[in-house]
């Protein structure tokens, strides 16, 4: 009876130890197809360092991010790094905004680098007044970035990206997802012309209500033939979704997915001839996570990695960009203070379908 006891109890304490390890060993477990993970070179610049951006350029990876000392300080600025032979350079400041008269700097937000196939590198920022009015700027590199033209403002009624990259039609048009927030979030896809028609810009109406979704930074996939998608984070705890056959010009009713969000960022690139992959938070409220799943439709998703899965963490804003490499490269934010840098090898990755929008492990 008592050796029965004896292996009873080591049984209990076994399996309660493996209860309180699990999580630790989910934490520490590595994306599958984990090439590299590491921390892009912010240290002694700002406090504050959250909303990344990132490009592939002809000489190698490029990331920009908004550094402040507090989060939304008007001293709040775009900072560039490259990374030249694996090695990220200092950071430098390359956008920041000063009212000419007042002399009132106004805080720089929602940074987008973007390489278009034909002309030079962009980048999109916006800002914001007091009175919460959001202005859209742009500014063009010559030598991937190692330069910058003076930012020029873009028209009122549209400022620009919303933190996402845009994409490119066949035509050279580029659609960009934006957002306002004058009563609610609402999302609204604007078109330039780009660099064949000297910029011209237009926008649609706002293709989602406050009331029914509370929809912001419309991620957008081109999934051939004129049809277009957007996903949405929102306030609701879920992915919204809407669709356009006609390249963009007109959009039918966004709907709620059955994607979780806890009003986190997530964006998407293109893997393959069919094939997308999404970064994002798989909860509906847990910001301590960061998902990889991937899909061929835009509908039916499949978990794909977990980047991260810590608890009381906060990961925020993620960017995802194919490299030259044939691997995927992504940047996002960690507690608002540093830029985490991971690149994954997309040939070993192994997804598992989601049945009614659940992690299958």
Known sequence: M?????????????????????????AALPATGLVRSEYVSVAGQTAFNYSPTIVQTTEGVLVAWVGASQIGSPDASIYLSRNLGGLWTSAEKIASRTDPKSLIQFACQRPVLFKPANGPLVLFYQTESTRRQVKGFMSTS???GKTWIRSK??????????RVKPIELSDGVLLCGGDSHEAGWQVHV???????????WSRTRDLTSAIMHNARE?????????????????????????WSSDSGESWERFERTAMPNPDGGLDVVKVG?????MVYQHSNREKGVLNLATTEDGRRW???????????????????????DGNVHVVYSEDHQRIKYVVLDPSRFAPIAMVGGNWPY
């Open 273 to 277: 001839p069919q094939s997308f992959l």
């Open 302 to 324: 499949s978990a794909t990695a977990v980047l991260e899965n810590q608890p009381g963490k906060h990961f925020s804003d993620p960017a995802i960009v194919k490299g030259a």
């Open 153 to 162: 403002e873009l028209p009122k009624s549209v400022p620009g990206p919303a």
């Open 218 to 242: 419309p991620v957008l996939l081109n999934h051939g033939g004129g049809n277009i998608q957007a996903l949405c984070r929102t306030k609701r705890g879920y992915i919204v979704e809407g």
């Open 142 to 144: 010559g030598n991937n």
């Open 2 to 26: 008592r050796i029965l006891t004896s292996l009873v109890f080591r049984r209990i304490v076994c399996w309660g130890f493996w209860l309180v390890l699990t999580p630790s060993l989910a």
């Open 190 to 200: 604007s078109r330039a012309s780009a660099f064949r028609a000297g910029w011209g």
